[in-house]
């Protein structure tokens, strides 16, 4: 009797750790990540940031109708503005205004490869804190290692497109015409250097909307090496 007895446990415990085993296997296996991958994840998420998002910023409008990065006047040239809508020079001054977005636009479809070539260039030194960060960590990071290089490589691909675009001739048609109004004090902005820092502000705005989008959405990882470094940081 206590052999049957023992027998019947015998078989309850195998079946029951049967079964136990079942489960665990069926649980979601994870692998150790090092920073090594965490960081080719944060480089991906920025090389999607570029590809999906700031290649919107190449198409006709891509600057002037997304409100995220429109480039408006500058505070100084905010009264030329208002003064030449004032005296019935409203269209001259729409020119200008889409004359500077139209540069940015081209000038960032000519610039692209600048931006990829230093996303794979920069090296994150504590990718696992960038990872866990706020959700755009990725892109600050980046902004901060790059941004100063960008400048002097992105300016003169704008003073190029202000060329192209025929920005120039507007801005000094604009300018002239306001500096002859009489009692007015006389202006002569650099333009060029303030589209490079706005269509810059612009081209890291888009990367962080991409990094957080796939920070928030699963559905946004669409590569093994995204599901598997940012599952960590939910």
């Given amino acids: 009797m206590i052999r049957k007895i023992f027998a019947i446990v015998l078989i309850f415990s195998f079946s029951a750790c049967a079964e136990l085993q079942q489960v665990i296997n069926q649980l979601p296996q994870t692998e150790a990540i090092g920073n090594t ?33 429109k480039i408006v006047l500058p505070e100084e040239l905010q009264k030329v503005d208002k003064t030449l809508r004032s005296i019935g020079l409203s269209n001259l001054a729409d020119q200008g205004v889409k004359a500077l977005n139209r540069s940015a636009e ?25 990872l866990i960060g706020e959700n755009n960590a990725a892109t600050q990071y980046l ?12 300016n003169p691909v704008i003073k190029k ?7 120039d001739k507007i801005w000094n048609q604009l300018i002239n015409k306001y500096n ?15 589209v490079t820092g706005e269509a810059l502000k612009g081209v890291f705005t888009m990367i962080a909307v991409e990094e957080k989008d796939i920070r928030t959405k699963t559905a946004s990882r669409t590569t093994n090496l995204l599901k598997k470094v940012f599952a960590l940081q939910d």
């Fill in 37 to 69: 991958e965490i960081a080719a994840g944060l480089r991906q998420a920025l090389d999607f940031g570029i590809n999906k998002q700031v290649s919107k910023l190449t198409k006709t409008d891509g600057f002037l109708k997304n409100e995220l990065v």
């Fill in 106 to 130: 081209e000038a960032v479809k000519e610039a692209t490869p600048i931006f990829v070539n230093a996303v794979k260039g920069i090296t994150f030194a504590d990718a696992k804190n960038i």
């Fill in 143 to 154: 902004t901060s290692k790059t941004q100063t290089a960008l400048y002097n490589k992105f």
């Fill in 161 to 167: 497109s202000f060329s192209k675009v025929g920005a």
């Fill in 180 to 194: 002859s109004i009489p009692l007015v004090s006389k202006v002569n902005p650099d333009l060029t250097d303030y």
